[in-house]
């Protein structure tokens, strides 16, 4: 299979499923009208930095299938902690749930973890390119938490 085949998808995916989910939950964003917990980025840094974590998931994703072939369990966790990534901002921003969210996050934190060692045992880079969305995910959970006890 070429490579072009195995890449394109697991980075078209992500990438355009976050941007149909930024224009649908666009109208909803109050980020800047809340208060936030200190290390707060500001708002023009997260679309910034979601772009580069699905295309690193993407190309993640794509070298388990690439270089090893992802059992049911893989392909079941990459699609679960996506969905589940997707479903977030809904939760948060539209529905203002914050406190919902938060333990949404905290799933979602689980599934990205499991994730990120599953590849590595396919495939170290693969594993290895999940480290910043693990990162980023634990910082958005405190995020998150941050808002919900400051605008309570």
Do not use: E, H
Not at 87 to 103: G, N
């Amino acid at each position: 299979m070429s490579k072009f085949r195995i890449y394109a998808p697991t980075i078209a995916l992500p990438l355009l499923s976050g941007a149909a989910i930024g224009l649908l939950t666009s109208g909803s964003m109050d980020f800047d009208m809340l208060k936030k917990p200190p290390l707060s980025p500001p708002a023009i840094l997260f679309p910034i930095v979601w772009t580069i974590l699905y295309v690193l998931m993407g190309v993640s994703y794509g070298l388990v299938k690439d270089r090893s072939t992802p059992d049911s369990t893989d392909s079941l966790v990459y699609y679960l902690q996506l969905g589940v990534n997707l479903l977030w901002p809904v939760a948060f921003f539209v529905l203002k749930w914050r406190l919902f969210a938060f333990f949404w996050l905290l799933l979602l934190d689980a599934l990205v973890i499991i994730m990120a060692l599953r590849f590595c045992r396919k495939d170290k880079t693969a594993g290895r390119l999940q480290i910043p969305y693990t990162i980023w995910v634990l910082f958005a959970t405190y995020l998150n938490f941050g808002v919900w006890i400051l605008n309570q």
